[in-house]
């Protein structure tokens, strides 16, 4: 009879919404799970079967992999941090707040022989996944255009439309969606993007933003991203076209007409998922195997970097009002 595997031991820290779904995968997996915030632990811990703990000291003490679910601005040194001390990395997008910040926790995890899987977690939803295996078979050819669209009610936590912390809608939301497009159709060359962020008594309420991208192999991909009303349900679709062939998906209902008012109903900044079907338990079981085995998981340090350098280009477009090139992306 074989010796059982002992269980993985995970540290979470932050304990915000995106931790309500990072907990329970981790758990439905046996990891035995810490989570240090400086609020919310205890909550969290009760809800999920958690041990919360004081201190960051404390919880390198006692995990062998750390997630990190904190504000954008955070995600580089929590990283680094971790590293040095030999953790494996897990981290919600956006990997870092700046693309030079991504890119040193990349080299650092490289230098220190440690896992790093940035959370791009769209990778795992199913009918993305399906239409990616579809598109790398060549069932629709040649990808010629893509079209991503997202939207969601907005955030209400202020940190999230402070640019200079988050990255705003472009950084926090798009960049799945940037992500999306480099995997469909390959390196981009060039972007150019427009936003629009609307407030109500000096206070960001609502965001938009639109990007079309010219990727090297010469397809178009467009994508849209909304952070609308408070009950704007969450919604994404995708319209992949080839010279053989047409994937498309939307989660939403495919109605001829679609309208959108303010009800008094719950909207949502995240999908609606439960833990044994959730595409967030399917990126922590990638993860967790590829920690066990070796293997390479569904997204590497380098594809989390590579979207931030994407998304920065996309900022710099919608700041200046151009066209922005990006550098062509060089081998590891």
Request: net charge negative; glycine share 8%.
């Amino acid at each position: 009879m074989q010796p059982s595997t002992p269980p993985l031991r995970v540290g979470l820290i932050g304990a915000g919404a995106i931790s309500q779904v990072h907990a329970p995968a981790w758990r439905s997996l046996g990891a035995e799970v810490s989570v240090y915030s400086l609020t919310g632990a205890e909550k969290l811990a009760d809800a999920h079967g958690l041990t919360p703990v004081a201190s960051l000291d404390d919880l390198w003490d006692r995990v062998e992999v750390v997630d990190i679910v904190t504000p954008t601005h955070t995600h580089a040194d929590l990283a680094l941090a971790a590293v040095a001390r030999g953790k494996h990395v897990v981290c919600e997008k956006p990997l870092a707040r700046s693309a030079a910040a991504a890119e040193e926790v990349v080299s650092a995890a490289e230098t220190a022989g440690v896992r790093l899987f940035p959370a791009h977690v769209v990778r795992y939803f199913p009918a993305y996944a399906r239409a990616h295996a579809a598109v790398t078979a060549g069932r629709i050819g040649r990808v010629a255009v893509c079209r991503f669209r997202r939207t969601s009610a907005a955030p209400t936590a202020d940190w999230f439309f402070d640019e200079e912390r988050s990255g705003g809608i472009v950084l926090d939301q798009m960049i799945h969606d940037l992500d999306q497009a480099e995997w469909f159709a390959g390196p981009a060359a060039r972007v150019f993007a427009q936003s629009i962020t609307c407030a109500d008594d000096g206070v960001a309420r609502a965001a938009s933003a639109t990007v079309t991208i010219t990727h090297t192999s010469g397809a178009i991909s467009q994508c849209y991203g909304v952070w609308g009303h408070p009950h704007l349900p969450f919604s994404s679709s995708f319209h992949i076209a080839g010279d053989a062939g047409v994937l498309s998906h939307d989660s939403a209902r495919q109605d001829g007409t679609r309208v959108q008012v303010s009800q008094p109903r719950d909207g949502g900044y995240l999908p609606a998922t439960d833990v044994a079907s959730s595409p967030y338990t399917a990126e922590i079981v990638d993860f967790a195997g590829a920690i066990a085995s070796g293997r390479p998981a569904d997204v590497t340090g380098v594809d989390g970097a590579r979207a931030v350098h994407l998304a920065e280009a996309v900022l710099s477009s919608i700041h200046t009002g151009e066209v922005v090139e990006l550098p062509m992306e060089e081998e590891r």
